[in-house]
């Protein structure tokens, strides 16, 4: 198997990154001078590889800020344009921390 020895992969440096604190998608590109996209195709492929750790990637779900409408039982990993209840623009972004499950 080819691995890179010397640096972390982006998988990993996310995984780091969410387990000191919650990121949204976009500051993680942000810190990893990547796409907001890119973050987001890697992020399925985290959830599933913590699940295997006794670790999980944690959702904080996305709220309306103007009627407070929660994104919860949608599991998305990227912002809703309008929220379907107010039609309102002001959504704040869906954040992630990677926990261990013992933790809970
Ligand atoms: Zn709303």
Same mark, same amino acid.
């Given at each position: @198997? @080819? $691995?890179? #020895? ?10 780091? $990154?969410?387990?000191?604190?919650? &990121?949204?998608?976009? *500051?993680?590109?942000q810190e990893l001078g990547i796409? *907001? #996209?890119? !973050?987001?195709?890697? %992020? ?5 590889? $913590?699940?295997a750790q006794e670790k999980e %990637? !944690?959702l904080i779900p996305c709220q /309306? %800020? *103007? /009627?407070? &409408? %929660? ?11 309008? /929220?379907?209840? /107010? ?5 704040? *972004?869906?954040?992630?921390? !990677? ?6």
């Amino acid at each position: @198997m @080819m $691995l890179a #020895k010397t640096k972390q992969t982006r998988r990993q440096q996310i995984i780091t $990154l969410l387990s000191q604190g919650t &990121y949204s998608s976009r *500051e993680l590109s942000q810190e990893l001078g990547i796409s *907001e #996209k890119e !973050v987001c195709t890697h %992020l399925p492929h985290i959830a599933r590889s $913590l699940g295997a750790q006794e670790k999980e %990637l !944690v959702l904080i779900p996305c709220q /309306c %800020l *103007e /009627c407070e &409408y %929660l994104f919860g039982s949608r599991k998305r990993f990227t912002k809703p344009s309008r /929220c379907p209840r /107010c039609r309102g623009e002001r959504i704040q *972004e869906p954040r992630f921390i !990677v926990k261990s499950r013992s933790e809970k």
